[in-house]
Every structure is written in C-alpha cells, then in structure tokens.
C-alpha cells in the first residue's frame, strides 16, 4: 500500500549507459516530480509533470527525460550516464495546489 | 524567485531537551512554507507547513513551526527531542502566485545525544 513507490532502490551502472527508473503513485494526484538530491543532500527539481503541463528545469541535461504512460506513473529516462549523475533521485506527487508533497524512497545511481 | 536558508548545517542536542532550527526564506509576498523531516535512507515526509492564518503551525511528531512575517522566518521547534528525531530536515518555500514548485533550503542535520 506504499504511496509513491520507486523502483530500483539502487541502480549501479557505468558510463555511458543508458538507464531507466519507475515511479508510481495510488494517491490519485495530479501532479508528479522528480527531484536530484546531491551528495551534500541539495534537493533540486529536475521535471514536473500532469497532465496538462511538463515544466522541466532547465539546468537540467537533455540527457535526462520523463516519460509518462499514465496519471498514476513518472519513469526517468537517462540517457549517455555521466559520472555526475551519480546522486539519489526521488520522485514525489501532489494534489494540483500546494499542499505539499508526497515522496518515494529514493533510488541511489551511482555511475562507475 | 524565491530562496530558502538554513544558517546550520549541523545541530547537536541532548535527549529530551528543546530544539529550534532556523529557516530564513527570501520571498516578495507571503510564501507558502514547509517543513521535511530526511530520515536515513528514507525520502522526505511533510512535517508541517504555512499557507495563511494563524502564523503558529502544529504539525506530526509533535512539531511546530512559527511563521514571522517580519524576519522572514519560519523556525521549527519540538519542546523534548527524542532519539528518533535524529535525521535531517528540510525548509522549503513555494510562490505563491503561478508556479508553487518549492525551492528547498540545503538541510539541518540534527543528531541527537542520549
């Protein structure tokens, strides 16, 4: 009955590769992010999508796409891994207003 | 744009003393404002948070943060920190006109000695 759910929680993979994380949530909201936390826990917002809008950050690499199937999903497409990639990622969703969000576990990249 | 500091990065309190963490927030109207509790390993879990009114928020665990409009502050208090608050938190503010995407501070962590 996990909220917003990630998969994987780990993901090691080299350079160069091109990797994919799931997001999933059953809270029925609208909205759906993904956020980089860095090494020295900086949060920063990478997309946010419903179904209306995509709003991408853009100090955000082209590399990196969102790709949503359906309302309650939010995959991370990346692209050509760089060793800077190397963070944890996170996806939350939320209502369409500010109530605040829910947040998924995490999934920790480390690109070798 | 809105901007979030959080002046300590680190915050060592004994078990069962008070703590207050300090959010400052940089903002041109009344922010909406948040509180995130990182445990480890873990994602981000909402402790409170501040759209209008009463300028004192009570949140989970026993939290609460207050509102000061005139210092640009939303500081988060508990009055008798357990072992189990160790863990990191996070400030974060969010515009309240168009986009309310919040921008978070860089996080206090909090450990706490028994």
């Known amino acids: 009955d996990t909220a917003v759910s990630q998969t994987p929680k780990y993901l090691v993979t080299q350079m160069g590769n091109d990797k994919s994380i799931k997001c999933e949530q059953n809270?029925?909201?609208?909205?759906m992010y993904w956020y980089k936390q860095d090494s020295k826990k900086f949060l920063k917002i990478m997309f946010s999508?419903?179904?209306?809008?995509?709003?991408i950050n853009e100090t955000v690499p082209n590399r990196f796409s969102p790709k949503s199937p359906d309302k309650a999903h939010l995959n991370l497409h990346i692209n050509s891994l760089e060793l800077g990639d190397s963070a944890v990622y996170f996806c939350?969703?939320?209502?369409?207003?500010?109530?605040?969000?829910?947040f998924g576990s995490g999934t920790r990249l480390t690109v070798v | 744009a809105q901007s979030v500091t959080q002046p300590d990065i680190h915050i060592t309190v004994s078990e069962g003393a008070s703590l207050e963490l300090r959010c400052n927030y940089s903002y041109g109207a009344t922010p909406y404002l948040f509180w995130y509790v990182q445990s480890p390993g873990q994602g981000l879990q909402l402790l409170l948070k501040?759209?209008?009114?009463?300028?004192l928020v009570q949140g989970i665990k026993g939290f609460e943060a207050e509102f000061k409009r005139s210092q640009s502050s939303f500081n988060l208090r508990k009055p008798s920190v357990h072992w189990s608050d160790a863990a990191e938190y996070f400030c974060?503010?969010?515009?309240?006109?168009?986009?309310?995407?919040?921008?978070f501070g860089r996080g206090t962590s909090l450990i706490v000695h028994p």
């Open positions: 809270l029925g909201h609208d909205t």
């Open positions: 999508y419903n179904n209306k809008e995509l709003i």
């Open positions: 939350a969703s939320s209502q369409d207003s500010p109530d605040g969000y829910t």
């Open positions: 501040y759209f209008s009114g009463d300028t």
């Open positions: 974060a503010v969010g515009a309240t006109g168009g986009s309310y995407i919040p921008t």
